[in-house]
């Protein structure tokens, strides 16, 4: 593996300063840097052979289609799935999400079918299914959580019944960290035939995915999560599933036939492609799948569990600091709260000292609510993070207390 040095060298932004404050970047969370390799590769798009994908029979738009069905296959093989039919692009993983649950819910749903999710959940793997449930006359049911940030497995046994239609669980909760028990949630749902959603969205960063291994129908996640560009997403689904679904968008490219009377659809996976899809994103994207893998995924995933037990002994130590989430089972995200000092002054604060932390519900409310809080600090780690920046966010926390004392 590259040393710590010359990783942190791929990632130009991590050079910069912030109000004169070597940057400390937290927030891997919400967005990742890119290396330096994905820039390039997004330039070298614009710079020598743009052209709008599948349309053109000239040199540029060959290129260009060769690129992007090239970074398909990678995306294919990075998640072992089996064939190229089954990785669509998408926007990112709300993209995903939003498509799967219209084009489920016209297939599938009836009234009084119900669709199982977690109390972990992101926004994003929430409102899809409700607006879903509300056009369908459909119900959530949603899996609770204990006090360490973990869901109940036995409660999500008693869910699953003959009126379910779907489970969507995110792979690790944004918000806490926590990892969940994906594959033992996809067995029982398996046994009763129901098919399952993993959010990978927090992830397919933090270790190796193996689609066929999981066994997921469907897995989604963002390419600007795994050091890739924004505006590109996968959304992963089993042929037998992807196959049997109406498309989620109409427009050009997803067509076979076009008359006033009746369309006929492109074959998978186009059918779930329309319009001008964002082919420089998802060239880019390989490009950042290629970094990845150069850097090891286990090396990745062992070194970030080495930088969240750190954190959390650091943190844990300083008075008044409570950390939610406490499952053995984490990637490197800490929340956290300082006794008696508001979320957000002590976001702002750090970033005064050039430390990007984020701060509020995370986008997953009903987590929050479980805790009863309105929000925490959330510093999300990553590989390229050091065991010095997470001193200096302790110094920082101590300096928040110390103007607040
Ligand atoms: N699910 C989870 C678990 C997430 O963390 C996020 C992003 N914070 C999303 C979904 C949504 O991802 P995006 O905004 O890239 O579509």
């Not at 035939?193 to 066929?212: C, E, S």
């Not at 997953?364 to 999300?380: F, K, L, N």
């Not at 590989?383 to 302790?394: G, H, R, S, W």
Request: charged share 25%; aromatic share 10%.
């Amino acid at each position: 593996m590259k040393d710590i040095a010359e990783i942190r060298a791929d990632f130009p932004i991590l050079k910069r300063k912030v109000y004169g404050k070597p940057l400390v970047y937290f927030d891997n969370g919400a967005t990742t840097q890119k290396p330096q390799c994905v820039i390039d590769t997004v330039d070298e798009v614009y710079e020598s052979y743009n052209g709008n994908i599948h349309r053109g029979v000239h040199f540029l738009s060959d290129m260009s289609s060769e690129a992007y069905e090239k970074a398909r296959e990678k995306v294919r093989s990075f998640i072992n799935a089996d064939k190229r039919e089954e990785i669509v692009f998408t926007s990112g993983t709300t993209g995903s999400i939003n498509g799967i649950a219209f084009s489920f819910g016209e297939q599938y749903i009836k009234p009084g079918d119900e669709i199982i999710l977690s109390q972990l959940e992101h926004h994003a793997n929430i409102v899809p299914w409700q607006m879903m449930c509300e056009r369908k006359g459909a119900v959530l049911r949603v899996i609770p959580i204990n006090d360490n940030g973990e869901i109940i497995l036995e409660e999500y046994y008693k869910l699953l019944s003959s009126k379910t239609r779907l489970v969507s669980v995110t792979q690790a909760s944004n918000a806490l960290g926590t990892i969940l028990p994906v594959k033992e949630i996809i067995a029982a749902a398996h046994h009763i035939n129901v098919p399952v959603l993993i959010d990978g969205a927090q992830g397919v960063q933090h270790g190796i995915v193996d689609v066929k291994a999981m066994d997921c129908d469907f897995y989604v996640f963002s390419g600007h999560k795994i050091y890739g560009p924004n505006g590109i997403g996968i959304l992963y689904g089993k042929e037998k599933w992807l196959s049997g679904l109406p498309p989620f968008q109409g427009g050009g490219d997803m067509v076979d036939k076009v008359t006033f009377e009746k369309t006929t659809y492109n074959e998978l996976p186009f059918k779930f492609e329309a319009g001008t899809m964002n082919y420089p994103a998802a060239i880019g994207l390989a490009s950042a799948l290629d970094y990845v893998s150069d850097i090891g995924r286990e090396n990745i995933a062992s070194r970030e569990k080495e930088l969240l037990s750190y954190a959390t002994s650091r943190l844990s130590a300083i008075e008044g600091v409570k950390i939610y989430g406490s499952s053995d089972m984490k990637i490197s995200t800490i929340s956290f709260h300082i006794k008696d000092i508001h979320q957000y002054d002590t976001g702002m604060i750090l970033d005064k000292m050039g430390i990007a932390v984020r701060t509020g519900t995370h986008c997953a409310q009903p987590v929050m609510d479980h805790y009863g809080i309105e929000g925490t600090v959330r510093a999300s780690l990553c590989f390229y993070n050091t065991k010095e920046e997470i001193d200096t966010l302790a110094e920082g926390i101590e300096k928040v207390k110390s103007m607040f004392a």
